[in-house]
T-cell receptor, first 110, second 113 residues
C-alpha cells in the first residue's frame, strides 16, 4: 500500500516562530488532507489539497503532486497551535480510505 | 451545520461486554468512514459505508467487529466481547463524495477495564 512519511516527528517552537512540516508519499494521490489533532484529541480538518496551494489565515499548504510531497506552513505560531499534525492521502484509483502518516508533534512554548 | 456527531465521547466497558459507538454524518453526507487510533499511533482505516451498504471493510478485524449504516439513523460500530486491546479512540468521518474532503467527528474514547 501507499507509504506516508512525515517530518520532523517532533518540533518545539517559541511563540511567534514560523515552521514547515513535510509529508512525502510513495504513489500518485487524488486526495491529500492535513489535520490538526489538538491536545484534547479532536481532529480538525485544515486543508484538502491534492495539488496546488491554499492559505487559511496563518496556515498555508502546498502539494507538488508530481514530486509526491506536501508542505504545511505555520506562521507566527501560537500556543494553541500545539498538537499533532497529520497528513493523510488516498492513492489514485482508491479514493476511499485515507492512509495517515505518523504525524508531527508540535509544541509551541509561551 | 452540526458537523459529524459521535457519541458517546467516552465509553468504559468491562472485558467481555459489548461496545456500541454511534456516528451521525454531516447533513447531506451519505459516505461514512470509521478509523481507529491506538495509543501513540496514527489513525488506521477500518470500514467505509454508504447507506445500507458496506463498501470496503478491509481494515476491520475479522472477528467481534461489525458496522452498519441503516437507511434511517446513525452509523453504528459494534464491538462484541471487548478485550483490553480494543481500548482506543474511534473516529468517524463523513464526506459528500466518496473519499473526498473528509470531515471527522470528535471521536469516542473506548476504555476496556
Amino acid at each position: 500500500g501507499i507509504q506516508v512519511e512525515q517530518s520532523p516527528p517532533d518540533l518545539i517552537l517559541q511563540e511567534g516562530a514560523n515552521s514547515t512540516l513535510r509529508c512525502n508519499f510513495s504513489d500518485s494521490v487524488n486526495n491529500l488532507q492535513w489535520f490538526h489533532q489538538n491536545p484534547w484529541g479532536q481532529l480538525i480538518n485544515l486543508f484538502y489539497i491534492p495539488s496546488g496551494t491554499k492559505q487559511n489565515g496563518r496556515l498555508s499548504a502546498t502539494t507538488v503532486a508530481t514530486e509526491r510531497y506536501s508542505l504545511l506552513y505555520i506562521s507566527s505560531s501560537q500556543t494553541t497551535d500545539s498538537g499533532v499534525y497529520f497528513c493523510a492521502v488516498a492513492p489514485v484509483g482508491s479514493a476511499r480510505q485515507l492512509t495517515f502518516g505518523s504525524g508531527t508533534q508540535l509544541t509551541v512554548l509561551p | 451545520n452540526a458537523g459529524v456527531m459521535q457519541n458517546p465521547r467516552h465509553l468504559v466497558r468491562r472485558r467481555g461486554q459489548e461496545a456500541r459507538l454511534r456516528c451521525s454524518p454531516m447533513k447531506g453526507h451519505s459516505h461514512v468512514y470509521w478509523y481507529r487510533q491506538l495509543p501513540e499511533e496514527g489513525l488506521k482505516f477500518m470500514v467505509y459505508l454508504q447507506k445500507e451498504n458496506i463498501i470496503d471493510e478491509s481494515g476491520m478485524p475479522k472477528e467481534r467487529f461489525s458496522a452498519e449504516f441503516p437507511k434511517e439513523g446513525p452509523s453504528i460500530l459494534r464491538i462484541q466481547q471487548v478485550v483490553r486491546g480494543d481500548s482506543a479512540a474511534y473516529f468517524c468521518a463523513s464526506s459528500l463524495l466518496g473519499g473526498y474532503g473528509y470531515t471527522f467527528g470528535s471521536g469516542t474514547r473506548l476504555t476496556v477495564v
